[in-house]
């Protein structure tokens, strides 16, 4: 077949661009010149169909933690496919794997989040969330207590309602979003947006727009805060040390749901396991995704606290739910996945070996002339660009000009990095060595150095 067989790189690009859509791109610029093709991987490096060999900073979709070609997850897929591919746990029924990941994530996840809610991705299970406080409020005898409130330039998925909670623009601004009762407030972006404040002032100033935001609406009207612990897809947005405790004790004192969206921050990202558990949050909800599985095989959901789990089991049918919920494979790998970032101490490596040390290398580029600012959390970081570092000031427009031709010029020194406007991003797999942090870092910075 195709796959086992394929055909020369020019003739997949043109079949690719006759009957593929790709996500998030311009589909007739990308047909002219054509998607590169990648064929296989391994630890933090991918292959393309012309034998190039690029390093993966961004870890796919900031999803492939434990790195490329665990051959124990496929094992994992393999005998779960062969033992029960397929069942679902909606009519009085359950699976081993279900129960089992289910049972290693209530030891994981911080706090009292001890029931999870199975998806797919990170953008059902913020729905699922959606769903979950309305109700929670509802059989609690508050149903005007729904608005959802998020911040602008979030991300928290694509469908409908996710990327309704999301507060990305070019988002809304195709097929008529956001849904009602959402509400975005302005997010914690000190480089951009902190103007003569201290990033400790920033911080507490925008926690509190929240506590503004829930005067205005009515605590009556609000059922729940969402929140990326650092804004991911919005630009890597590390928050000033003043805004996550301020955001908790807001919705501790106004009886407002919290809701950590740790699809990216999640399973050791940040250097510990959770983005709670670095920023000491403590949410009612988390969502998770991504690195739950590496990315070996599509999962998420919803790890929900005992007494909003308490609530809703109480409340009669929850009428809702997915066809692959709990999706007996996705959910076999997702524990072999936990087993070896576990084992391995991946995330105990990262918090006290490679962390500090891509801080301290990452840290140098703010040297550079051109950068305005280099910040790092754990294994995810950013560099803003400016022509005016003094001043923080941004390139004008068209904003992302900058970025995107870095961007362009790591692939073609053989890095794959991600650009956000004019700031560039990383998020590499967890198992990135010292060594591959040299690596990075002499790619990244001569990209720099030829965007200019
Ligand atoms: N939430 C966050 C914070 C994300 O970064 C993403 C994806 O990048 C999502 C949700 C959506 O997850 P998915 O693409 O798996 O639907």
Redesign the pocket.
């Known amino acids: 077949n195709m796959i086992t067989n394929h055909p020369p790189t020019k003739e997949l690009q043109e079949l690719d661009a006759a009957h593929h859509m790709h996500p998030f791109t311009a589909g007739a610029e990308l047909a002219a010149k054509g998607a590169r093709v990648i064929t296989s991987a391994k630890g933090v490096t991918l292959t393309d169909s012309e034998g190039v060999e690029l390093m993966d900073a961004m870890a796919g979709?900031?999803c492939v933690n434990i790195g490329y070609g665990r051959h124990e997850l496929a094992e994992a897929a393999a005998r779960q496919m062969r033992e029960l591919p397929y069942y679902n746990t909606f009519f009085q029924t359950t699976h081993v794997p279900a129960v089992a990941l289910a049972t290693k994530l209530a030891e994981l996840v911080p706090g009292d989040l001890n029931q999870v809610f199975y998806g797919c991705?990170?953008?059902?299970a913020?729905d699922t969330n959606i769903r979950l406080v309305r109700h929670y409020w509802a059989a609690k005898g508050k149903p005007d207590k729904k608005v959802i409130i998020s911040r602008k330039n979030a991300?928290?998925?694509?469908t409908v309602a996710?990327a309704s909670l999301g507060g990305m623009s070019a988002m809304h601004a195709q097929g008529g979003l956001p849904i009602p009762d959402i509400h975005h407030i302005d997010e914690p972006n000190w480089y951009a947006q902190g103007g003569d404040l201290s990033p400790e002032e920033f911080g507490l100033e925008r926690a509190r727009q929240l506590e503004q935001a829930i005067a205005e609406i009515g605590e009556d009207r609000v059922a729940a805060f969402i929140a990326?612990p650092i804004q991911?897809?919005g630009g890597v947005i590390i928050p000033p040390e003043t805004y996550w405790p301020e955001i908790q004790r807001i919705c501790d004192a106004h009886e407002i749901l919290l809701i950590a969206?740790e699809?990216?921050c999640g399973f050791g990202r940040t250097g510990n396991w959770f983005g709670c558990d670095t920023f000491n949050i403590r949410p009612d909800i988390m969502?998770i995704?991504?690195g739950l599985s590496s990315g070996y095989a599509p999962i998420?959901g919803s790890m929900v606290s005992d007494e909003v789990a308490e609530v809703i089991a109480n409340a009669g049918d929850f009428n809702h739910g997915y066809t692959y919920s709990a999706h007996p494979v996705s959910a076999a790998v997702a524990l072999e996945n936990l087993r070896i970032l576990e084992e391995e101490k991946i995330v105990d490596t990262v918090r006290d070996v490679t962390a500090p040390y891509l801080a301290e290398r990452w840290t140098e580029l703010a040297d550079h002339p051109m950068i305005g600012e280099a910040k790092v959390c754990g294994m995810v970081a950013s560099v803003a660009m400016s022509p005016d570092k003094a001043n923080r000031a941004p390139f004008q427009a068209p904003a992302g000009t900058i970025g995107l031709m870095c961007r362009d010029r790591c692939f073609e020194n053989k890095l794959v990095m991600r650009h956000v406007g004019d700031r560039m991003i990383i998020s590499p797999p967890l198992i990135l060595t010292k060594d591959d942090i040299d690596t990075l870092m002499d790619r990244a910075y001569r990209s720099i150095d030829e965007a200019y």
Request: proline residues 0%; without cysteine.
């Open positions: 979709l900031w991705s990170g953008s059902d913020n991300y928290h998925g694509s996710a990326e991911g897809a969206d699809v990216i969502t995704a991504k998420g």
